[in-house]
Nanobody, 118 residues
């Protein structure tokens, strides 16, 4: 499994932007499909965005479509989540995840807190 470490979370105001990073260990990063998930207090973890190993394909939850952009730099073993026009409802712990051959994501980071004040 790949080791994942998120960074970039923080406290921002509604309408602000934030960029999260997910650094991965290992030399086969480009083979992994990657994803971002989030979990708000009292709620289940939910899908935010995903990106293919090459970066050519991406998918988004309806709630973030048009505001968030997922990208990756395979040379740096890093995935990003650019979050614009943040809303208080975006407040959550954000996790990055990876999968190689399994249909479900099976490697997870520890999470980074994003808090959006109104």
């Amino acid at each position: 499994q790949v080791q994942l470490v998120e960074s970039g979370g923080g406290l921002v105001q509604a309408g602000d932007s934030l960029r999260l990073s997910c650094a991965a260990s290992g030399r086969t990063f480009s083979r992994y499909a990657m994803g971002w998930f989030r979990q708000a207090p009292g709620k289940q973890r939910e899908f935010v965005a995903s990106i293919s190993g090459s970066g050519a394909g991406a998918a988004y939850a309806d709630s973030v479509l048009g505001r968030f952009t997922v990208s990756r730099d395979n040379a740096k073993n890093t995935m990003y989540l650019q979050m614009n026009s943040l809303k208080p409802d975006d407040t959550a712990v954000y996790y990055c995840a990876a999968r190689l051959t399994t249909p479900d994501f099976d490697s997870w980071g520890q999470g980074t807190q994003v808090t959006v004040s109104s």
